[in-house]
Structures are given as structure tokens and as C-alpha cells.
């Protein structure tokens, strides 16, 4: 179940949208209601080589942080 990220036309309100499935339509806007939201393209996570061992593959300086 992937989780896409939108972005409110109206408010410019960004958020986040659990998709239960390939044919669920866009959601509305939490902050206003608004029906009228854009999908945007986000940068995923990786885990690089490099990073040392035993620390759990995450080092604060290179982490992925939320927008918003």
C-alpha cells in the first residue's frame, strides 16, 4: 500500500494519503476540504553504502525528514 504525497490547490496545504488501492480516486483536502489536490513526485529513502555497520543503516546527517 503505497503513500503518496498531495498538495492542495486551494490552501497549499501538503499531506499525506494512504492508498488502499490502484483505483482509489484522489482525496480531498484535510485542512479545507478542497477536492482540487495535486499528486507530487517525492524523493525516496535509501539506505547508501558506506553507512557503518551496527548502526542500523540510519545516520542523522543523511536521514530522510517529512515535509511539512
Known sequence: M???????KSCCHCFEYLSLSADDTAPVCP???????EKLMSAGCFRAN????GSGGF???TA???SG
Open 2 to 8: 503505497p503513500i503518496y504525497e498531495y498538495q492542495c
Open 50 to 53: 558506506g553507512i557503518p555497520k
Open 31 to 37: 485542512q479545507c476540504a478542497c477536492p482540487d489536490v
Open 59 to 61: 545516520d542523522s546527517k
Open 64 to 66: 530522510c525528514r517529512p
